[in-house]
């Protein structure tokens, strides 16, 4: 039978000796490096800041500063003219939808409201054509992009339309 020695245990103390020789030999070996590395050039300076005028506070209107389109400009705009000429082009249609099947006795709608003139349809037709045209005589006066114009007419041109299939399937 062989006899083993036994192992003695290290203690806190021999720990902390051993870590601080080791830091002790890492440090002077960086510094003997350190020393052979050539000194490097300092850090460009800033200049001094100018002096520049602050930003303009904006406010709900100061600062919107849209292009002077002339009216003209934009009343003979291709743009302009064929959204208000389509909104006016629906409007007459669903006018004269109304007065034929009212002037030709097909209606057999309850609420008959008795048979009106073009005159008055297209007048009941106006307020939705102004709103259209003065939306898009705005856009254009503040020149904004011209491919969001039909979304200005795709709510009244959908009123039209049902009201026009309305009285097409509701009239025989």
């Given at each position: 039978m062989?006899?083993?020695?036994?192992?003695?245990?290290?203690?806190?103390v021999?720990?902390?000796?051993?870590?601080?020789?080791?830091?002790?030999?890492?440090?002077?070996?960086?510094?003997?490096?350190?020393?052979?590395?050539?000194?490097?050039?300092?850090a460009?300076?800033?200049?001094?800041?100018?002096?520049?005028?602050?930003?303009?506070?904006?406010?709900?209107?100061s600062?919107?500063n849209?292009?002077?389109?002339?009216?003209l400009?934009?009343?003979?705009?291709?743009?302009?003219?064929?959204?208000?000429?389509?909104?006016v082009?629906?409007?007459?249609?669903?006018?004269?939808?109304?007065?034929?099947k009212?002037?030709?006795?097909?209606?057999?709608?309850?609420?008959?409201r008795?048979?009106?003139?073009?005159?008055?349809?297209?007048?009941?037709?106006?307020?939705?054509?102004?709103v259209?045209?003065?939306?898009?005589?705005?856009?254009?006066?503040?020149?904004?992009?011209?491919y969001?114009?039909?979304?200005?007419?795709?709510?009244?041109a959908i009123?039209?339309?049902?009201n026009?299939?309305?009285?097409?399937e509701?009239?025989?």
């Open positions: 062989k006899r083993v020695t036994p192992v003695t245990p290290v203690t806190p021999k720990q902390v000796l051993i870590i601080l020789s080791l830091a002790v030999i890492i440090s002077a070996s960086a510094r003997s490096a350190a020393q052979s590395v050539p000194d490097l050039p300092d460009p300076r800033t200049q001094p800041a100018q002096y520049t005028q602050p930003a303009a506070k904006c406010g709900p209107w600062c919107w849209y292009p002077d389109v002339p009216t400009e934009v009343l003979r705009s291709r743009s302009f003219l064929l959204s208000v000429g389509g909104e082009g629906l409007a007459i249609g669903n006018a004269e939808v109304i007065h034929s009212e002037a030709h006795g097909q209606c057999s709608i309850l609420n008959h008795g048979l009106e003139s073009r005159g008055r349809l297209y007048l009941g037709q106006a307020p939705i054509v102004a259209v045209g003065v939306v898009d005589f705005v856009w254009g006066k503040v020149k904004g992009p011209k969001i114009v039909p979304g200005f007419n795709a709510y009244p009123v039209h339309i049902r026009m299939v309305h009285w097409e509701d009239c025989y």
